[in-house]
Nanobody
């Protein structure tokens, strides 16, 4: 099994940047495809970004110009670099992976954006 712990959330102003981290343990991180998704109050969960084992990345169309999803396999850590944050980016951000068809995610980290 794998355990995921997100960190790095907080309150920022619109236009600021923020980097989230997702620390993985319990399984060889380099063998896992990873993703970020988010959920704002009253809204459905939304895909943010994905990085394959190969390093190939994909993004939600509305975010691809501002967000980057790097990974550091040596540190067993996934990141989400968020630039030019907007008020509508405020949400709880989760990292996740799929193992054997089951989705595993962390507890989430809150991102709040003020004007």
């Amino acid at each position: 099994q794998v355990q995921l712990i997100e960190s790095g959330g907080g309150l920022v102003q619109a236009g600021d940047s923020l980097r989230l981290s997702c620390a993985a343990s319990g399984r060889t991180f380099s063998s896992l495809a990873m993703g970020w998704f988010r959920q704002a109050p009253g809204k459905e969960r939304e895909f943010v970004a994905h990085i394959a084992v190969s390093g190939r990345t994909s993004y939600a169309d509305s975010l691809k110009d501002r967000f980057i999803i790097p990974r550091d396999n040596a540190k067993n850590t996934l990141y989400l670099q968020m630039n030019s944050l907007k008020i509508e980016d405020a949400a709880v951000y989760y990292c996740g992976t799929k193992i054997g068809g089951a989705t595993i995610r962390g507890q989430g980290t809150q991102v709040s954006v003020s004007s």
